[in-house]
């Protein structure tokens, strides 16, 4: 960053640590103990697909390496999900396999196109809670989707707090946009 950017007020961008997503599995025992929600074994990731061949070769490289536990969709903003499935218990397996197909996409140089991933948990009592890495940002941020576009902004705050140490959290609420329809949420 250069002078006239400090005068300016401008900020480097934050730089993504793929390897937080590591973290997710202590989180996820955290989350368990405070709220009651479990893993459900279901994560994804949403990139924008870029067209040409070297783009193409990592995609199928990324499907064929997690084979029938991957699912590909699209959603109606022009992204493509790769939803992956492992047992609940298996949260490790299912957050190094999300951060393998990040990973791929961003050694490849698709970096850019990356946009989020998620691992999705549940309660007992039907609540539902997604914890999203922006892969821009560099944080995460929890997402409690409810019938009719709405969302359960409690359990949200209250998933904010538990996480709060475990996760570097997204503080600019703003910023915690929803992911309505998200494969596996």
């Known amino acids: 960053m250069g002078w006239l950017d400090a005068l300016l007020g401008?900020?480097?961008p934050v730089e993504p640590n793929l390897?937080?997503?590591?973290?997710?599995?202590?989180?996820?025992?955290?989350?368990?103990?405070?709220?009651g929600l479990v893993p459900t074994g279901l994560g994804s990731v949403a990139f924008r697909a870029a067209e040409g061949g070297a783009f193409a070769t990592v995609e199928r490289d990324a499907k064929e390496l997690l084979g029938e536990r991957v699912e590909e969709s699209?959603?109606?903003y022009g992204y493509t999900w790769l939803l992956v499935r492992r047992p609940p218990e298996a949260?490790?397996?299912?957050?190094?396999?999300?951060?393998?197909?990040?990973?791929?996409?961003e050694s490849a140089g698709f970096g850019p196109s990356l946009l989020c991933s998620l691992?999705?948990?549940?309660?007992?009592?039907g609540r539902r809670l997604?914890?999203?890495y922006l892969y821009k940002r560099?944080?995460?941020?929890?997402?409690?989707p409810l019938s009719g576009q709405r969302r359960d902004n409690p359990l949200e705050l209250q998933a904010r707090g538990?996480?709060?140490?475990?996760?570097?959290?997204?503080?600019?609420?703003?910023r915690w946009f929803p992911v309505w329809g998200a494969p596996g949420l």
Not at 91 to 105: F, G, K, P, Q
Not at 119 to 125: H, L, N, P, W
Not at 162 to 174: C, I, N, T, Y
């Open 119 to 125: 691992v999705s948990f549940a309660g007992e009592d």
């Open 91 to 105: 949260i490790s397996d299912l957050v190094t396999e999300l951060h393998a197909v990040n990973s791929s996409l």
């Open 19 to 35: 390897d937080a997503l590591f973290a997710l599995p202590s989180a996820a025992v955290t989350l368990q103990a405070a709220t």
């Open 162 to 174: 538990v996480l709060e140490g475990e996760l570097p959290l997204e503080k600019d609420l703003a």
């Open 74 to 76: 699209g959603d109606g």
């Open 130 to 132: 997604a914890v999203v």
């Open 10 to 12: 401008r900020t480097k």
């Open 138 to 144: 560099g944080t995460f941020y929890p997402f409690a």
